[in-house]
């Protein structure tokens, strides 16, 4: 069974920065390809980036073009996705996701998901 624990949420200031982390287990990375979905309240969850199985790969959403940077280590099976320039848009629950295709935007139908960090961008 996948397995995949996200961490690194919290509370920032407008303009700030995080970098949330995914740790996967039982698997390797080079299996699927990994993407972040955020869902903020009374919204569909969105896919804001995701990288490739071979690594090779990375797309972002509009809405983060810029701002977000995901990377990957292949020796810790771990996903970042550091995030700049936080908005208050930005505040969601962030959710780590597995499938052996990317998905950006909506819908985002990975087939293997995290349990989700809150991040909250806020004054």
């Known amino acids: 069974q996948v397995q995949l624990v996200e961490s690194g949420g919290g509370l920032v200031q407008p303009g700030g920065s995080l970098r949330l982390s995914c740790a996967a287990s039982?698997?390797?990375?080079?299996?699927?390809?990994i993407g972040w979905v955020r869902q903020a309240p009374g919204k569909e969850r969105e896919g804001v980036s995701c990288i490739s199985s071979s690594g090779g790969g990375t797309y972002y959403a509009n809405s983060v073009e810029g701002r977000f940077t995901i990377s990957r280590d292949n020796a810790t099976n771990t996903v970042y996705l550091q995030m700049n320039s936080l908005k208050p848009e930005d505040t969601a629950i962030y959710f780590c996701?597995?499938?052996?295709?990317?998905?950006?935007?909506?819908?985002?139908?990975?087939?293997?998901w995290g349990q989700g960090t809150q991040v909250t961008v806020s004054s």
């Open positions: 996701a597995a499938d052996p295709l990317c998905f950006v935007g909506t819908p985002a139908p990975y087939e293997y």
């Open positions: 039982r698997f390797t990375l080079g299996d699927y390809a």
